[in-house]
């Protein structure tokens, strides 16, 4: 093969650097001359001598790259749609004090192409495929590629759809972007600039070549509000013990007390009278009822030779029983995140850019706890006490907020990495350089030190021109202090106590000294057994009243919640 007319260097191929700069800066020395040559493959077959005009490649961050080139044909058949698809690689080959450097490129396929039947040229537009690629790796490959922020509830299921969708969406949660190496690796490399791997110093680049770009007040977005929403049901469960004991027990428990009841007995309630009572007022009986019941039939059990005859043993002198309700209550968290860069809004005012999100956390649990069985009659039930829990995802809460607060980060990060400072260098000169690499330029008026994030070669076969332009975004804004993007803590409401009630009254009539009736006072009403007829008959009943729910325990709940997080970005030196 000729490089430029001449054989190659009998010297073995081999690269100036080893691809990647050391921890020392590399200075690139500006070269008098260089001699050049490519090598392109296309399907395998080397198409090198039948180039013709410019080659051009162009590698950006987080983009394809492409590469051109125009090949003049032979006489005879040919159909330029058969080329689409082939291989490409493209190889530049230089040398320079005697030794040969050999270095890829481009790696990629033809996407399309363009014939000229007159000149018979067919000119060639690649691209390394870069989306096509990701789209034929699994959702566990893109994840171990892009390690980020994700939430199912922000975007949507990643299985069934667009891998290239998933992977910029993985992509917006961190400051890193996606591309291909000139080899065809993929590989994933952050925004912000490390230690210098290549120094460009006085005389380095082409004469006029620098340029200085940036970005407009509008596209300055320092700012974003994320309002956001999670909702979920808030279970609760209130306890309520209630006692009743007959007033002519004088207080005693056993035979005493009835002994003393019988004295002047009187109606009794009974246990079904006691369920009943609970289940009007809408409790479930959650503890075992401790029952102080008439004694069964016996000759003489208080001493005085009268004997007692009990036909219904669920008599009751008194009782204490606990009865439950259990309700849900929807409970709304509005937060309002502010992502800032305050020292870009102190030069520049506030430009603001939202987002927003709203979660409804449902479960079968919460659809079915007001109406699920729950009690004694419920072997299964754990009765628990009075309070509530919160049927909520905490983890899903936390990868949701997370997720938005590091793709407002990424937004404001983007919009101040936007001045974008480019130089011209003969190719032989930064074959090592790559977009992987943090660059200094300090030549012809401008100091500016950043990541690279564009490569693009011409070669041009006439004039024998072999130019490379570098491009690094500059980050701008600095910043005191930064804020960890940590989701701010959930809302929680005190736990509730069970309730003891007030014992419950009783209400007898059937002699002069009865109360007047009163048919809403809870408890137990009857008849004394010896009765006046003449006088008013009280109802035999046992009523209880459950405490009332109130309605901010009920309606659902809306808390705020406000958090505010400050982003320091740095100052990339740039000086003009």
């Given at each position: 093969m000729l490089l430029n007319g001449s054989p190659l260097n009998s010297a073995p191929l081999n690269g100036l650097y080893s691809g990647a700069a050391g921890s020392d800066p590399k200075p690139v020395v500006p070269g008098n001359a260089f001699r050049w040559a490519l090598r392109v493959l296309v399907g395998g077959v080397d198409f090198t001598a039948r180039l013709t005009g410019q080659v051009e490649v162009d590698r950006e961050r987080g983009a394809a790259g492409l590469a051109t080139f125009t090949l003049q044909m032979l006489p005879g058949s040919i159909l330029p749609m058969d080329w689409v698809g082939r291989t490409v690689s493209i190889d530049y080959i230089t040398n320079a004090l005697g030794v040969t450097t050999q270095k890829?490129?481009?790696?990629?396929?033809?996407?399309?192409t363009e014939w000229d039947s007159i000149g018979r040229l067919l000119l060639c537009h690649c691209g390394d495929q870069l989306q096509q690629r990701i789209e034929k790796l699994t959702v566990a490959q893109i994840d171990a590629l892009v390690p980020?922020?994700?939430?199912?509830?922000?975007?949507?299921?990643?299985?069934?759809?667009?891998?290239?969708?998933?992977?910029?969406?993985?992509?917006?949660?961190?400051?890193?972007?996606?591309?291909?190496s000139a080899g065809g690796e993929l590989?994933?490399?952050t925004w912000y600039a490390g230690s210098v791997d290549?120094?460009?110093?006085?005389?380095?680049s082409i004469y006029d070549s620098v340029s200085v770009g940036y970005a407009d007040l509008t596209s300055l977005t320092n700012t974003v509000e994320i309002e956001a929403s999670y909702r979920f049901s808030r279970l609760h469960q209130r306890n309520e013990t209630f006692t009743w004991r007959h007033p002519d027990t004088s207080g005693l428990g056993g035979t005493q007390?009835?002994?003393?009841?019988?004295?002047?007995?009187?109606?009794?309630?009974?246990?079904?009278?006691?369920?009943?009572?609970?289940?009007?007022?809408?409790?479930?009986?959650?503890?075992?009822?401790?029952?102080?019941?008439?004694?069964?039939?016996?000759?003489?059990?208080?001493?005085?030779?009268?004997?007692w005859i009990n036909n219904y043993p669920d008599l009751l002198l008194g009782v204490t029983f606990t009865g439950g309700r259990r309700w849900a209550q929807a409970v709304t968290e509005k937060y309002v995140l502010t992502v800032v860069a305050e020292a870009s809004v102190e030069q520049a005012g506030e430009v603001i850019a939202r987002d927003s999100l709203s979660i409804d956390y449902t479960t079968d649990r919460g659809n079915a706890w007001e109406s699920a069985p729950f009690g004694l009659e419920v072997p299964s039930a754990v009765d628990g006490r009075s309070g509530?829990?919160?049927?909520?995802?905490?983890?899903?809460?936390?990868?949701?907020l997370r997720c938005l607060l590091n793709q407002a980060k990424t937004t404001v990060v983007l919009a101040h990495s936007a001045t974008a400072v480019s130089w011209s260098v003969p190719t032989s000169m930064v074959l090592d350089v790559d977009l992987i690499h943090t660059l200094r330029l300090d030549d012809q008026g401008v100091l500016a030190q950043a990541r690279c994030s564009r490569v693009a070669d011409t070669?041009?076969?006439?004039?024998?021109?072999?130019?490379?332009?570098?491009?690094?975004?500059?980050?701008?804004?600095?910043?005191?202090?930064?804020?960890?993007?940590?989701?701010?803590?959930?809302?929680?409401?005190?736990?509730?106590?069970?309730?003891?009630?007030?014992?419950?009254?009783?209400?007898?009539?059937?002699?002069?000294?009865?109360?007047?009736?009163?048919?809403?006072?809870?408890?137990?009403?009857?008849?004394?057994?010896?009765?006046?007829?003449t006088l008013p008959v009280f109802d035999r009943r046992l009523q209880i009243t459950a405490s009332e729910i109130a309605a901010t325990e009920r309606d659902e709940k809306v808390v705020d919640i406000a958090a505010r997080y400050r982003l320091t970005i740095p100052n990339d030196p740039l000086e003009l």
């Open positions: 890829r490129r481009y790696t990629g396929r033809i996407v399309t980020a922020y994700w939430s199912i509830d922000v975007f949507s299921e990643a299985e069934g759809r667009s891998r290239w969708d998933y992977l910029s969406e993985r992509l917006s949660t961190v400051q890193s972007s996606l591309d291909s590989r994933l490399t290549f120094t460009f110093g006085a005389g380095t007390g009835f002994c003393q009841w019988r004295q002047s007995s009187s109606e009794l309630p009974d246990v079904a009278m006691m369920k009943d009572s609970a289940s009007s007022a809408g409790l479930n009986i959650i503890k075992s009822p401790i029952y102080i019941k008439t004694p069964a039939t016996g000759a003489n059990i208080c001493g005085n030779g009268v004997p509530h829990v919160d049927e909520r995802d905490e983890s899903q809460r936390q990868a949701a070669f041009d076969l006439a004039s024998g021109s072999a130019v490379t332009t570098l491009t690094v975004k500059v980050m701008r804004c600095g910043g005191a202090d930064q804020d960890a993007l940590s989701a701010p803590a959930f809302s929680t409401a005190a736990q509730e106590a069970d309730i003891a009630v007030p014992a419950l009254g009783t209400q007898l009539g059937g002699k002069p000294s009865s109360p007047v009736y009163n048919d809403s006072l809870d408890g137990f009403s009857g008849n004394y057994d010896n009765a006046d007829p």
